[in-house]
């Protein structure tokens, strides 16, 4: 009741401070109508923008590190690859949180435009590498400035009123997993360009030199675009306390509801890590994570290698392909299909059914690669869109188990600690993805597992721990 009375008497009356970026903001929410499609905008490109260079680099990763003349064999090449995979993962899992600090602190602004001007200024540079070092480098300085995620679902929660809120953070994740489509997809046509267009680009041009430069230039140029464009957007965060203003008559009862509120905060602050609930669903959504990033780092790898590696020899320009398509797949199933099944089955049989399915899928990838022709593109193309799809959609479900598990005041701290703990499991993830395709590729003819049999056996343990996981005693749904 308190809550409420406190509610009704602020929305009586506000006070707006001069000056203060935070309160013209509520100001104009206040008094805007309409959708808001410019705020939708700018959320929509900013995310996007960040999510581009993450996962650009795996379609031609293995000719690069050919090229950097480091790996001593082609079965070598996967060990390097994954280092190189992993030092961006490991960047953010060392900074997610004091990101969010200096944005709490400073604004959401500055870290918006610190986040875009790293990634035109790093995401280049890893293009003009010049060898593993550097590369490792760059990608490792990417990820640590890659602070817009956690700052822009703080920022969309922000500068939309309250009956667009849900909106806000669909565009935030369906922006954030259409980057990670077209990165990838713009990764293996615009790599290589000199090779594949050399009636554009010449051998002697930069993009003759430095054959990865280009599809960097092009996300480093789309985040400059960017990032002149967050000139303008509002800032959001309050450069004084938030008042308590009222009537002399109600001043009791605000107080009372004040610390009321402060109590609950501090105490529900204090027992986010004995959240089972929450914690339990974190730790299912990292297991899940480990394998998505394992299997993008392995798909790459594997379609990349030769033949007599069991591999399937593609080109940049055929990896770029399947993914691409296994992207439009993936959208239109998140659109179209996923509300619907989330609804009939709920979160957790959702992610139980994905996991089991992707189980069979994986196994037959290394049978896949003995076909040929017309039956290859489409039983790979398939495969790539299932594998996908499922993998997604169990995650998914999770990251709805993690918001019902807290309140609305406690989801900026667990996207937080998940943030942070998905990010320490994704640095094992390319690491261990490559060691593991670099070890396969030298036991073609063992008697257990011979070659991509092993890792897709082991993308597949993963797959079976984090199923396992779903079920009580240790998965537990909080009923709110």
Not at 38 to 66: A, K, N, R
Not at 121 to 126: P, T
Not at 428 to 452: D, K, M, N
Request: proline share 4%; with cysteine.
């Amino acid at each position: 009741m308190a809550e409420e009375y406190k509610e009704a008497l602020l929305e009586k009356k506000h006070k707006y401070h001069e000056g203060c970026p935070g309160c013209k903001v509520e100001q104009m929410k206040q008094l805007r109508r309409g959708y808001p499609y410019l705020e939708l905008s700018f959320v929509w490109i900013i995310v996007l923008s960040t999510s581009l260079p993450i996962s650009s680099l795996y379609p031609f990763l293995y000719y690069m590190i050919e090229d950097f003349g480091v790996a001593k064999t082609e079965k070598d090449i996967g060990f390097y690859a994954g280092f190189i995979g992993c030092s961006f993962m490991l960047g953010r899992a060392l900074t997610s949180v004091f990101w969010g600090i200096v944005a709490d602190r400073y604004g959401r602004k500055p870290i918006i435009l610190l986040g875009t001007i790293s990634i035109a200024v790093f995401n280049a540079l890893f293009g003009l590498s010049l060898n593993f070092w550097m590369a490792i480098g760059t990608r490792f300085l990417l990820g640590s400035f890659n602070c817009l995620l956690g700052t822009m679902k703080a920022y969309a929660s922000e500068i939309f009123r309250e009956e667009y809120q849900a909106t806000a953070m669909s565009a935030v994740s369906t922006a954030w997993g259409i980057g990670l489509i077209i990165g990838p997809a713009l990764g293996g046509f615009l790599a290589q360009p000199a090779d594949k267009y050399p009636d554009v680009f010449s051998k002697e041009s930069i993009f003759g030199r430095f054959r990865y430069a280009l599809p960097c230039f092009t996300i480093s140029a789309f985040a400059l675009v960017v990032t002149v464009l967050c000139c303008f957007i509002p800032e959001t965060l309050h450069n004084h306390k938030q008042d308590i203003t009222a009537d002399d008559d109600s001043y009791e009862v605000l107080e009372a509801a004040s610390r009321e509120s402060g109590k609950k905060e501090k105490a529900s602050q204090g027992s986010l890590l004995k959240n089972w609930p929450l914690m339990s669903s974190i730790i299912v959504y990292c297991v899940l994570c480990l394998h998505d990033t394992a299997y993008s780092e392995i798909f790459a790898l594997w379609a990349n290698s030769p033949r007599k590696y069991g591999g399937l020899s593609y080109s940049t320009n055929d990896v770029g392909t399947v993914l691409a398509i296994s992207g439009l797949g993936l959208f239109t199933f998140q659109v179209f299909v996923y509300p619907f099944a989330e609804r009939l089955l709920g979160p957790v049989l959702v992610t139980r059914f994905a996991g089991a399915l992707m189980i069979p899928i994986q196994m037959s990838y290394p049978f896949i690669a003995n076909l040929s022709g017309l039956s290859l593109s489409l039983l790979l193309n398939s495969a790539s869109i299932l594998v996908n799809v499922l993998s997604v959609s169990a995650i998914t479900g999770l990251l709805i188990l993690q918001n019902k598990a807290v309140d609305q005041s406690q989801r900026g701290a667990a996207n937080g600690i998940a943030m942070t703990a998905m990010s320490l499991f994704k640095t094992v993830g390319p690491a261990g993805a490559g060691i593991l395709f670099s070890w396969s590729e030298r036991r073609l003819h063992a008697a257990f597992l011979p070659g991509s049999h092993l890792v897709f056996f082991v993308l597949n343990v993963i797959v079976v721990v984090g199923v396992a996981l779903t079920f009580k005693p240790f998965l537990t749904t909080a009923r709110r």
